[in-house]
Structures are given as C-alpha cells and as structure tokens.
C-alpha cells in the first residue's frame, strides 16, 4: 500500500509547478524570440538548466548532496550551463542564451532576474584553507530585477541592488546600488538619468539614455577643453603678425623728435 503524502509535500510540489509555470512566462515576456511555452519547454537550453536545477536545490535542501551535484553536473554537460544546486534563485528568472554561465554555490538571486550568456557570480577567496571557508558567503547576492550583460563576471560576497545593471564584459567586485548601471574594467557606476525608467527592462542591461563609462566621459570632457583651447591659442597667434606692424609703427611716432 502506498504511503500517503503530507500536506508538506503536496505543497512542496504545488509550488513546484507554479514556479516552472513561472518561469516560462518569464521568457515568453523577455525573448521576442519565444513565441509558445512548448517551444521554450523543449528548446531553450537556459530554462532546461533552470529546471534541472529546480530538483537538484530540492535534493539537496533534504541531505542528498552528492545526488544534488550529481544532477547539477548532468545538467552542465546537457546545456553548458553550471548552477550549484546550492545556489538560491528566485522566481522568475531568465537565462538567455546560457552558454557558459557559471552560478556558485552561495549565490542568493532574487525574483525577475536575467543573466546573459558567459556571466559568472563567482567566489575570489583562495583556495588554500578551504575547509574554512565551508558554509561561508562566497558569492554575490542579485537582488530582484537585475540584469547581467553577456560577459560579466560579478565576484565575491557582494550586493547587487534591486534594478541594478550590469554592463556586458563588466568586472563586479564591490556592492552595487539601487537602480544604477555598473560598466567597465573594474565596474564604476553610472548614475541614470532617469531613475523611474531604471526598473524597465533593457536586453543586455543596455541603458536608455545612452550612459557611458564615467571614466570616457571625463576623457571626452578633457578632450573637449583642450580643443577649445587650441584654437583659442591659434586665433591668436594668428592675430599676432597682423598686430606686429601696428605696434612698431607707434613706437616710431611717439619717439620724441632729436
């Protein structure tokens, strides 16, 4: 005779569903490109390593750890992706493209996060002595509705506020704020211009307004004034020859007469 489930785990796999539900309208509203939940079911590899790693964090949230790993590494031969089934991830959350993403195993995500293909949240702590460091934060927290352009390597025990972007390419080893793009090699910050537009979602953590890396707009600023000055220093030495002649000819006429 069967075992009688509990209430526990008819919840359990209640909420399962729902946030598979979940996640696939995630990617019908961010990929032009998904026109059916069946097509995004059988055909993007980012929701197949998200649904793999759905039952590896439960298998490992109950003790089977080796198993959870187990089924963690199928599913990053199968896709290219790798998520520790440590990790915490939340609803919502979209891997587009997905090719060699890299999720640790102490990384917090929040709800509606996207991540774009070769992004790593990473650790930077050392090798050595690595028992001490077991059950210790190593990698970064993304906080509800971040995106991380393709590229992007976000590494260490770090925050990325809530709507933050992450530039493509960028290197992420500080907190980042609220509702700010992140760019740059290290990342530096750009402020938006339009803050109530920051929580929109832009493929590729792209900006509307066009923001820059601070560090090229101040080149840019600098470049701007030494040009200025330039053809200040040409108009002139330019005026100069014509003035020459001017000033010789008033020395001569106020030279009092012998």
């Known amino acids: 005779m069967q075992r009688p489930r509990t209430i526990t785990e008819v919840t359990e796999k209640a909420m399962f569903f729902k946030s598979i539900k979940a996640d696939l309208n995630a990617y019908l509203d961010r990929d032009p490109a ?8 059988f055909l993007y590899q980012g929701f197949h390593a998200l649904f793999y790693y759905r039952i590896s964090h439960a298998v490992w949230n109950r003790g089977f750890r080796f198993l959870g790993r187990l089924i963690s590494q199928v599913a990053r031969w199968l896709t290219g992706i790798e998520i520790h089934p440590g990790a915490i991830i939340g609803e919502r959350f979209v891997i587009d493209h997905g090719a060699g993403i890299v999720i640790g195993e102490t990384s917090i995500i929040g709800d509606d996060v996207t991540l774009y293909h070769d992004v790593t949240l990473g650790g930077v702590a050392p090798s050595v002595d690595s028992a001490a460091q077991v059950g210790m934060k190593r990698h970064p927290t993304l906080m509800d509705g971040v ?15 809530a709507n933050a972007r992450i530039g493509a390419n960028a290197v992420v080893t500080h907190d980042i704020p609220a509702c700010v793009t992140a760019v740059g090699i290290p990342a530096r910050v750009v402020m938006p211009k339009d803050r109530k537009k920051s929580a929109e979602f832009c493929a590729y953590a792209t900006t509307p307004e066009g923001d820059t890396d601070p560090v090229l707009q101040t080149i840019d600023a600098l470049r701007s004034q030494v040009a200025t000055l330039m053809n ?13 002649p001017q000033k010789q000819s008033k020395k001569k006429s106020d030279k009092p007469a012998a």
């Open 232 to 244: 200040r220093v040409e108009e002139l030495e330019a005026r100069e020859p014509q003035e020459q």
């Open 34 to 41: 998904a026109r059916s939940m069946w097509e995004v079911f």
């Open 147 to 161: 995106i991380v352009g393709s590229g992007a390597q976000v590494l260490g025990p770090i925050t990325v506020g």
